[in-house]
């Protein structure tokens, strides 16, 4: 565009300087010809002009338009950056909160603290139920596998944790394919934090009354989880203490 107009300024230029020189050299009678050329000149002199402007204005607009995408670009490039640095890392250990609760035990308390802290961490980061274990797959192989995923475990004990099943003639604790049994034992194996969370007058068993593969559980610091109205402050000083152990 800007090309056009520079040729057609040119070419006014040269259609000037015609008329004039004939004026000065010509005949008389030429002279009214020579006029109207040098109108006709001046009228392409100013369409050059226009011609020229509107140019430069289409070539600042186009620059502008130019930073804008570079300016999204980047910011669409700074959002997926922690995607592709994901995707780089597929072995990094996962930031997830384990709940180990027996339901006969202590169902109704462990919604509740799965709530809060599936409201804070994000459901995504919690894992709670067994029951999505698929069919005709080894539940020991895929509780360990669910635990090893995780960072912290939750040990939710309530006042019958330790002695379920006693009255059939054989706790639940001594039996090593027992789902919590499976999920503490991981979780000890690995060393990772294990939190006993007391609830309904629940306490942390002595190790005389734990598995061999479930003593150290007796040393493991924890915190009750009380009844309103002093739910909420209990489950804001868990929640502190998860935080401080996935950071």
């Given at each position: 565009?800007?090309?056009?107009?520079?040729?057609?300024?040119?070419?006014?230029?040269?259609?000037?300087?015609?008329?004039?020189?004939?004026?000065?050299?010509?005949?008389?009678?030429?002279?009214?010809?020579?006029?109207?050329?040098?109108?006709?000149?001046?009228?392409?002199?100013?369409?050059?002009?226009?011609?020229?402007?509107?140019?430069?204005?289409?070539?600042?607009?186009?620059?502008?338009?130019?930073?804008?995408?570079?300016?999204?670009?980047?910011?669409v490039t700074a959002t997926s950056e922690p995607q592709r640095r994901v995707?780089?890392?597929?072995?990094?250990?996962?930031?997830?909160?384990?709940?180990?609760?027996?339901?006969?035990?202590?169902?109704?308390?462990?919604?509740?603290?799965?709530?809060?802290?599936?409201?804070?961490?994000?459901?995504?980061?919690?894992?709670?139920?067994?029951?999505?274990?698929?069919?005709?797959?080894?539940?020991?192989?895929?509780?360990?596998?669910a635990v090893g995923q995780c960072s912290v475990l939750l040990a939710i004990?309530?006042?019958?944790?330790?002695?379920?099943?006693?009255?059939?003639?054989?706790?639940?604790?001594?039996?090593?394919?027992?789902?919590?049994?499976?999920?503490?034992?991981?979780?000890?194996?690995?060393?990772?934090?294990?939190?006993?969370?007391?609830?309904?007058?629940?306490?942390?068993?002595?190790?005389?009354?734990?598995?061999?593969?479930?003593?150290?559980?007796?040393?493991?610091?924890?915190?009750?989880?009380?009844?309103?109205?002093?739910?909420?402050?209990?489950?804001?000083?868990?929640?502190?203490?998860?935080?401080?152990?996935?950071?």
């Open positions: 565009m800007r090309s056009l107009g520079k040729l057609l300024l040119l070419i006014s230029a040269q259609g000037l300087f015609v008329p004039i020189t004939l004026a000065q050299t010509g005949p008389e009678p030429a002279q009214t010809g020579s006029g109207l050329i040098v109108v006709l000149g001046l009228a392409v002199v100013v369409l050059a002009a226009v011609v020229i402007l509107f140019a430069v204005r289409s070539s600042k607009a186009a620059r502008g338009q130019h930073g804008e995408s570079k300016r999204q670009g980047s910011i995707a780089a890392e597929p072995n990094r250990q996962v930031q997830c909160i384990f709940i180990s609760y027996r339901r006969g035990d202590s169902a109704d308390i462990t919604g509740r603290i799965y709530d809060r802290v599936a409201q804070h961490f994000g459901k995504d980061a919690v894992f709670k139920d067994v029951d999505s274990i698929p069919l005709g797959i080894d539940f020991q192989k895929h509780l360990q596998e004990i309530g006042r019958g944790w330790v002695d379920a099943g006693k009255e059939s003639g054989k706790r639940r604790l001594d039996d090593s394919r027992d789902h919590l049994r499976i999920e503490i034992e991981t979780a000890l194996r690995r060393d990772i934090p294990v939190i006993p969370v007391l609830v309904q007058g629940g306490v942390i068993p002595e190790a005389d009354y734990l598995p061999d593969s479930l003593k150290s559980l007796a040393y493991r610091n924890g915190l009750s989880v009380r009844p309103d109205p002093d739910f909420h402050p209990d489950m804001d000083r868990l929640i502190k203490g998860i935080q401080t152990h996935l950071r």
